[in-house]
């Protein structure tokens, strides 16, 4: 059965760093495009990150880019990386692994609605 977990989630001060994983197992996800969102207290869920299959690919929600980078590694189960810099208040929320198998290995989405597996979130907390 497909699942992810995300797990690295904890709280951090202003401007400090968190790496948020994401396991992936049950399927082959080498071969899926992985994407990480968040969602803040009354909030929707919004799009952090995405990355292609073949991991040449990706794309950042604009409050985010410059300070975090998305990686994957694929070697045995796959593993989806969120490295997260120079972190704010406003990053607060819970993040969420997702991913959709694509026929095109280039092909990155950063649409929720484009993906079918999700994970059971990690929070995020960056306060003083």
């Known amino acids: 059965q497909a699942q992810l977990v995300e797990s690295g989630g904890g709280s951090v001060q202003p401007g400090g760093s968190l790496r948020l994983s994401c396991a992936a197992s049950g399927r082959t996800f080498s071969n899926y495009a992985m994407g990480w969102f968040r969602q803040a207290p009354g909030k929707d869920r919004e799009f952090v990150a995405t990355?292609?299959?073949?991991?040449?690919?990706?794309?950042y929600a604009d409050d985010v880019k410059g300070r975090v980078t998305i990686s994957r590694d694929d070697a045995k189960n796959t593993m989806v990386y969120l490295q997260m810099n120079s972190l704010k208040p406003e990053d607060t929320a819970v993040y969420y692994c997702?991913?959709?198998?694509?026929?095109?290995?280039?092909?990155?989405?950063?649409?929720?609605?484009?993906?079918?597996?999700w994970g059971q979130g990690t929070q995020v907390t960056v306060s003083s």
């Open positions: 997702a991913a959709r198998w694509l026929l095109d290995p280039r092909q990155i989405l950063n649409g929720d609605f484009q993906y079918d597996y």
């Open positions: 990355i292609s299959s073949n991991g040449e690919n990706t794309d």
